[in-house]
């Protein structure tokens, strides 16, 4: 009972020291709740445009509520008279109402809805819905960000204790929901079994309740109410376990980094999103754990986060050689943003270490930078970037007296910028390419190969082979690497593939014998070490010398009638 009482004196606390946030975000989940089926008639679409408002109203709300409460702590209980904060409330709220009242619009209306309604193409709308999108999700973090500083500031703790305490309070708001979640879920379930059956969408709308009736104060509850000191439980877990699991991880990467150094080979592209995983979990562990360790640990905590900093340079290597084999999309600039959080982060977290100032909360402004530029800088955010390296190739390879870039390469930069890029591609598209330039793209891209059922995905390499057989008279090693795009509809026509050492023509080298050892091998269930012993065997070029191999991969038809793809690298000897 004690308990209970505590959670619903929390609850009540929460909703008055943030009632406009919490009682807009109760508003908006009672209104999803009633729409969850969907639908598309008028009722629908207007309850789904009022609870989308409501939330951007919740967001904006947040950091103005949380400035209040620490200023009243601060023992300036006339806050709401003061003129400052009425204009800066003003001002931040009519901006959450323009932003809530079009991002409901886009989000619950249709494009050709809104385009019909108003008078303009679909084109123009989708381009105010991207835009739109892009600032609100821009305007989220500097608020989320803005709060959670408030938060700090309120608290009277380091950045550190902060993090541990209201990380703790969060897990603390995550148990009480999944337990109400799945107490309410059994409940329902025994009695749809033993009274009257229950359609699947009462489970949903208590889930949305829940959200907004539990989840929501609890979780505020959690980052704003830091008083009551971590747990035994909670020190031993951030101390010595969650420490322990990410110093294993260290010792892994460490061991992977000194095989890439031994066998000075390039990192598997894999590499990059698990690094960018371990500092994303990292950065919080090894905070937390300065938060709330003991004095005689604190020394190993706050040196662990250097750790990381050669792994930045395993990041760099692998999504560079990503984007220098495939070119730029918004995910490799997604990740070009991670790697510069990173370094901001490091070059911060130095600067406090040598300096011994409380300046991590600046982080905040790392992030909100950093948002800023990825989604709306001019000239540099990510669309913008991915669209100026791609267009070259489009613009070349429709000038006929330019034949430097390729089918495949002009079709790929056309794809990524007219379907990967949004309206911003589009739009630029249409005013870049004439309609018959337009249509000539579409029929080059609409023709690639792709994937299906009947395809094959094979690789093998030499990775670990420590040493390479050049005996022969050989004069020359290149540093090698095949490229090979093929097209539906398009069937194999020999196997004879250019061999290229820093984008130039080595030499030709024909892989019919490879590639029909790899797809039997594959087809009888080969072990790993099987495939990778097919390609021990150099393979000689048609103008003398010979390839070896130390990596393939091939995508090809089951009966090899036409070659998907093919990514080789290794060494030239001539």
Request: hydrophobic share 45%.
């Amino acid at each position: 009972m004690l308990g209970l009482k505590k959670i619903r004196n929390g609850f009540m606390e929460i909703v008055k020291e943030h009632p406009v946030s919490v009682i807009s975000v109760l508003i908006s989940t009672i209104l999803y709740c009633f729409i969850c089926e969907g639908g598309s008639d008028n009722t629908t679409l207007t309850v789904k445009c009022l609870a989308t408002f409501f939330l951007i109203i919740a967001l904006g709300a947040l950091p103005l509520e949380a400035f209040r409460m620490y200023r009243i702590k601060n023992g300036d209980k006339d806050i709401l008279k003061n003129m400052n904060y009425k204009i800066a409330c003003s001002v931040v709220m009519f901006v959450s109402v323009i932003l809530g009242f079009f991002t409901a619009i886009f989000f619950s209306f249709g494009h050709n809805i809104i385009a019909a309604k108003i008078g303009v193409s679909e084109l123009t709308v989708d381009l105010w819905e991207e835009y739109d999108y892009r600032i609100v999700s821009c305007f989220a973090v500097v608020m989320i960000c803005a709060a959670l500083y408030l938060f700090l500031k309120k608290s009277g703790c380091t950045f550190e204790e902060y993090t541990a305490k209201a990380f703790c309070g969060l897990m603390k708001a995550e148990i009480v929901f999944i337990v109400l979640v799945i107490g309410l879920m059994m409940i329902i379930g025994a009695f749809s079994v033993l009274i009257v059956e229950v359609d699947f969408v009462v489970y949903e709308r208590v889930w949305i309740l829940l959200l907004g009736f539990v989840q929501y104060p609890c979780a505020l509850m959690g980052v704003s109410k830091t008083d009551d000191e971590i747990s035994k439980f909670g020190k031993v877990m951030l101390n010595y376990v969650l420490t322990g699991l990410l110093a294993i991880a260290f010792v892994i990467i460490y061991a992977y980094i000194i095989k890439v150094i031994v066998k000075w080979m390039f990192p598997l592209h894999m590499v990059f999103g698990i690094l960018t995983t371990l500092f994303g979990f990292g950065v919080f562990i090894w905070t937390m754990a300065q938060g709330v360790c003991e004095e005689n640990l604190r020394k190993i905590f706050k040196y662990m986060p250097l750790l990381f900093i050669p792994c930045i340079i395993m990041e760099i290597l692998s999504l560079g050689r990503q984007i220098s084999l495939y070119g730029l999309t918004l995910t490799r600039y997604a990740g070009i943003a991670a790697i510069v959080f990173e370094i901001a982060y490091f070059v911060l977290y130095i600067y406090n270490m040598k300096k011994e100032k409380n300046a991590m909360p600046l982080v905040f402004c790392i992030i909100i930078a950093v948002s800023y530029i990825a989604l709306l800088a001019p000239g540099i955010n990510a669309y913008s970037v991915v669209i100026a390296s791609h267009k070259g190739n489009v613009m070349k390879f429709l000038n006929e007296n330019n034949s430097k870039v390729s089918k495949h390469a002009a079709s790929e930069s056309y794809k990524t910028i007219a379907y990967s890029c949004g309206a911003v591609g589009k739009n630029y598209i249409h005013k870049k390419l004439s309609d018959e330039e337009n249509e000539a793209m579409v029929e080059i891209s609409g023709s690639g190969v792709e994937p299906s059922t009947n395809s094959l995905y094979i690789y093998a390499n030499r990775y670990e082979d420590n040493s390479y057989d050049i005996s022969g008279g050989y004069k020359k090693l290149y540093v090698a690497n095949l490229e090979y795009y093929g097209y539906a509809g398009e069937e194999t026509d020999g196997y004879e593939y250019d061999v290229t050492c820093g984008g130039k023509k080595i030499g030709v080298v024909n892989l019919e014998d490879v590639i029909k050892k790899l797809i039997e091998l594959n087809k009888a269930g080969a072990s790993g070490s099987e495939m990778n012993d097919a390609i021990k065997e150099p393979v000689p070029l048609n103008d003398g010398g010979k390839f070896i191999i130390s990596y393939i991969s091939i995508n090809c038809s089951e009966d090899m009638s036409s070659i998907g793809s093919i990514d080789a690298n290794g060494y030239v000897l001539k």
